[in-house]
């Protein structure tokens, strides 16, 4: 409605031009002209009683125009803006149910246009701007910012980069940032559960770029997420929609949210001199929060302000536990062994997989192994070298799960039953280590050769072996059978001679007196 008191107030100065009057009410010569020409005819002069309303002017100078406008009916602003929030629900849709009301009721409807605007003013008085453009809770949109901020060495002097996680709600502008050594898949899963924590809830929409860390392929009609990402995705259930490729708009708050963090976070750190990764994330997280708390230039309130009052609500809820990052593994084959590795340490699968292609999810805790989608192992994950694989009993073959179940009794039994020098051997083999666990992969080794060659080859093999190394390997065992030197006739030892010992008489001369008879 027009301010006709202004008007009036304005227009009783006979010193002011038209053009002045213009420029202080910011009206139209012909609006103007059209409120001064009703009041002169009505007789109406300033000033004007405080009681006389710009409702009572309307009546008074346009009485036609006011009967007219009393049949419009105003819109429904608190419930335009809760049905806003729900899915699927825009300002057209509202605004045909609106009409559709003003006629049952024999009023009339404000036009498409019309409706909007009084809905946005409404909105801009009340601080309820967001929903015009998105839903609360809809959306989070993520990327890496372009820039990145400098660690200096302490010691060295060496500089490293710090790249920076950014995530950006699109209703609100409420922003999460991070800073991360690098911009791998691990630390790409850490940021999303971080922010997830930060908003306190999860959103139903999650925007990626299409940076290859999450989005393997992303064309017109197919898109393929990373295995980790998916995974993660489905534990906050919430569906990933990565942003169209060369189409920027798609993801416009993001790329402003980015902006503003590289502006108000990175650009803020330039001369500051950082010098480890904790000083650097310390640094974002002060400056995230100097973000989020300050005053948006075109609207009243901060982001955080906006995301409490509007957003908040409409997020789904956190799920019991933190996501606990996952990584998966390309196809890897198992080997004869039975083994696969992490990277670190080699873990057994089940024997009957031995030249299949298997896939492994890497926790911090646990190591798993799926077959064609179905876990068929898992064990817990080491985070130090292990000397031996980790092999469970249940993934061995029967004759190799046999020897588990020898004792040190059974294989010195066992090498008796061959020949003094096996016996030999495995005593070694036996007593070598701290403790005679440690000899038993050699002893079952030996047990294996005994049932390739027979016994007796093996007793000349340990003969043969023992009469040049006092430290009997398999691999030098396996390789006599191997050649056939165990059928070599070894020579025998020479006879001790004075020439080669340097002595005649032994300790039992002298036990009988020397040369005394």
């Not at 536990?321 to 084959?333: T, V």
Request: contains cysteine; neutral net charge; aromatic residues 10%.
């Amino acid at each position: 409605m027009l301010d006709y008191r202004n008007i009036l107030r304005v227009g009783s100065d006979p010193n002011k031009s038209m053009r002045t009057m213009e420029l202080e009410l910011r009206s139209s010569h012909h609006t103007i002209r059209k409120v001064l020409d009703a009041a002169e005819r009505a007789g109406i002069r300033w000033p004007l009683p405080e009681n006389c309303t710009n409702e009572m002017l309307m009546e008074l100078l346009f009485p036609e125009e006011h009967q007219k406008t009393a049949l419009y009916v105003l819109p429904d602003y608190p419930y335009i803006h809760a049905e806003l929030a729900r899915k699927g629900v825009n300002l057209t849709m509202l605004w045909e149910e609106y009409c559709a009301k003003c006629q049952s009721e024999g009023n009339v409807p404000y036009m498409y246009t019309q409706y909007c605007e009084k809905y946005r003013q409404w909105a801009r008085v009340t601080k309820a701007t967001m929903r015009i453009q998105h839903k609360p809770g809809d959306t989070m949109e993520v990327d890496w910012a372009g820039a990145t901020l400098d660690i200096h060495d302490p010691v060295t002097g060496e500089v490293s980069k710090a790249y920076l996680f950014v995530a950006v709600l699109p209703c609100s502008c409420f922003t999460y940032a991070e800073a991360c050594d690098d911009m791998k898949l691990e630390n790409w899963i850490n940021c999303h559960v971080h922010a997830y924590n930060y908003f306190g809830g999860v959103t139903r929409l999650l925007v990626p770029d299409n940076l290859k860390t999450g989005i393997a392929k992303n064309t017109r009609s197919e898109t393929v997420l990373n295995r980790t990402y998916q995974e993660m995705a489905e534990y906050y259930n919430t569906a990933i929609v990565p942003a169209r490729v060369r189409h920027p708009r798609d993801k416009s708050h993001a790329e402003g949210g980015v902006k503003f963090a590289s502006t108000w976070i990175l650009a803020a750190l330039r001369n500051r001199k950082l010098f480890s990764m904790d000083e650097a994330r310390a640094a974002v997280e002060e400056k995230l929060e100097e973000l989020n708390d300050r005053s948006f230039r075109k609207r009243p309130g901060s982001r955080r302000e906006a995301y409490l009052e509007e957003e908040k609500e409409f997020m789904r809820p956190l799920p019991g536990e933190p996501y606990e990052p996952a990584i998966w593994s390309p196809d890897l084959k198992v080997g004869n062994d039975y083994l696969v590795s992490d990277g670190l340490n080699k873990y057994s699968v089940p024997y009957d997989l031995i030249g299949e292609k298997v896939n492994l999810r890497l926790t911090p805790n646990t190591v798993e192994v799926f077959f064609r989608g179905s876990r068929v192992a898992v064990h817990v994950r080491s985070k130090v070298f292990l000397r031996e694989p980790v092999v469970k009993k249940e993934h061995m073959p029967a004759e190799h799960r046999m020897y588990l179940g020898y004792t040190e009794k059974e294989f010195t039994e066992w090498a008796d039953t061959v020949g003094p020098h096996a016996a030999a051997v495995v005593n070694y083999y036996l007593t070598s280590g701290k403790e005679p666990e440690q000899g038993y992969k050699y002893c079952a080794s030996l047990t294996k050769l005994a049932d390739r060659y027979g016994p007796v080859r093996l007793e000349n093999a340990c003969q043969r072996l023992l009469s040049f190394s006092s430290t009997p390997s398999i691999r030098t065992l396996s390789t006599i059978l191997k050649n056939g030197q165990d059928r070599v006739q070894t020579p025998p030892e020479p006879p001790k001679t004075a020439v080669q010992h340097g002595i005649t008489r032994g300790a039992d001369y002298f036990r009988r007196g020397g040369g005394s008879k």
